[in-house]
């Protein structure tokens, strides 16, 4: 009832389809992999909310498995990827032997296997990186077995933290340079040569190493539902059964954008064809080396790897590792640079660690979309130990019920504990371009939403309402024996702080979704205010979070004093409803003195309830290829993929320009990451809203970003210049010599 005006209009969610995925879905959507036998696609408690999660709190699976906890080149000697952060998310990673003859490529097999056995974890080792090119340049068996001897014999110093050995990478086609003309490999076809060439190989890898595990085809390609990929599967499995030469383990790619790919390859057409074909060990654990979109918009993002996690999951696959690296050693691209240079984890890296430490058996979920995989999905356990049932969700934006059955099988009844945890990809509310999603900040998460008691059903069942879910964001869901809530730092509620002419709602028309079963509304006057007491530690810029609604249907504001001091406003779209039905969070940065802060809400324009606001020390870096760039080049660094940083800075008018957050007017402290490969020092003048304000100088760094040792490139210059309160434009505008440049940092310097 209270949510019948809120569903989203005919269409919206179809308008977040792009065209490829369109076209993927074709053959995937055959199978309803979200639903479980016996399930209806749409539970009776989806005529109130859209979205529905379902969590079978009664229905264990075995252990989890945890499959997706891998990535591509995740871990690295450079940058040198802490140990520690990687135990804290990884299980198996996918790395490559050393690259054309180069020992120290810093994401080789060799130079991070030290790393792996730190961090407790285990490598697939692929041999095909060591061919020369892209695709690679055949160069001839004797080249190749050559290659391989040589890599089997150098996997003997690390064998411990081998999970397998994967001798080709996407064989389906990159063999190129003449392979398939080549006619002293058998075979009148280049999948039959193929074939030929993963039996001669997989003997050779045995006569030197007779245990390591193989993995293999590692097509990039494997659709079963299409006739003739579904075929090169059953002659390469063929092949491998006649020859004696069946892979350890089975393993392929699944770049397309549809998490439904893998669950229907897998059931519907791989593991036929491998009872058809009576493959010796079946059923082969299934390995694969690359997934997700392969767009760049995935990797590390909370609410985009949970839909994969949550059909590995349902389907059993046994190990994955998330493919297109944007920055290799960055686990994923779930660590990000501070300004001060060190690795951080963002809110992937906080998904991937809920995951990682996530204990007990699967529960089986189930969502309402099966099929166009725009709905949100989950990964759910029973850790009996703790009497906890866990969901870690997302992927969608607009308002998701986790609705939670079988709770009274668990002992769960009355009133139990619930806590409701985010972790948010950070973008910058101005920033348009989905570049953006590649970047989530450091040390964003998690956050709390709620820490309660809410009542289970007679029925066993229990609704937890996650209100305007966000795509990019991860949460966790806990549902335990109760317990009273714990204090999260940096935390404050409205209905605890100094109140003044406003009321405090609270109790049963709180509907659940506020923090603390309470919230502020009324704050509608000139004299109404809402105070909040903050210590920080130190001086700087804090980035605050403000859980509000506004059912104005039109934006609202209110206004920020801190310590007496105007500090602009925090600004709130409009949400469905009031705080009774719908909450929202809202980003504004502070500065704030060390030692007790008065944080002052006041009356804006239009009207908006507070749940809570939650302060911490600002982490973002203004990324200088999401900046305006003029008459300059976007690029990458060495190994990257995608674009992260800007070059060719080159003209009398090339200039990169930020807009950047200055909550008071005051002396901030510009931090720009750069490198600067001539000798001498290079300078760009700082123009702030148009006007030069001073220049700041980048002594030589050696080389270039865009080689490939970045971290012994990369410096950090400092510049403090004036800047008006509110957002403003500052510019970096070519000076003396040539500078790249990655990444700016603002901090408020004390007066
Ligand atoms: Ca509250
Ligand atoms: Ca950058």
Redesign the pocket.
Known sequence: MYLSARRPPPGKRAAHLTAAAATALTGAVTLASGLLPGQPAHPAHAATVESVITVYADRAGGPLKKAGLGTLFGVAATPDTPADLAAGTQRYLSQHQSAQGDASYPTSTEAVAGKMRAAGMKMIGRYNDLMDGWPYQWKGTADWYAKVDSATRGIQAYKDVLLAVAPFNEPDNKLQGGFAQDTSVPGATYDQKFFWLWTQTFRRIRAIEPTVPIMGPNFEHYRGWEPALQERMRGFLANAVATGTVPNMIGWHSLGPSPGDVPESLSRYYRPLENQLGVPGRPLPVVIEEYGPGNGEFEGVPGAMVKHWAEFERYGVDHAAMAIYTNPGLLGNTLRRTASGTLAPNAGWFMMNWYKTLRGDRLDVSRWDTRRYQASDGVASWDAAARTVTLLAGGEDGDVDVVVTGLAARGLTGQVRVRLEAVYWDKEPTDTDSRTER?GDPLTGPYSQFDKTMTVDAAGRLTVPIRTMRRHDGYRVQISPAAPPTAYPGKYEAETASRQHVVVHGGTDGRALASGDAYVGGLDFADSAVTFAVDVPTTGMYLMRVRYANGTGAAASHAVTVNGTAQGTVDYPATDGWANSALSTANKRVVLAAGRNEIRFGRGAGYAELDFIDVRPDTH?Y????AAVTAARITHYGYNEFP??VGGIDLAESAVEFTVDAPVAGSYRLTV?YGNGLPGTATHRVLVDGVERATVSYPSTGAWLTGPRQDQVLRRAEVTVPLPAGRHRVRLAKGDGYAEL??LTVTPRPA
């Open positions: 970047g870096r990324e200088a290829e999401l992260d940083l990451g990655d990444w």
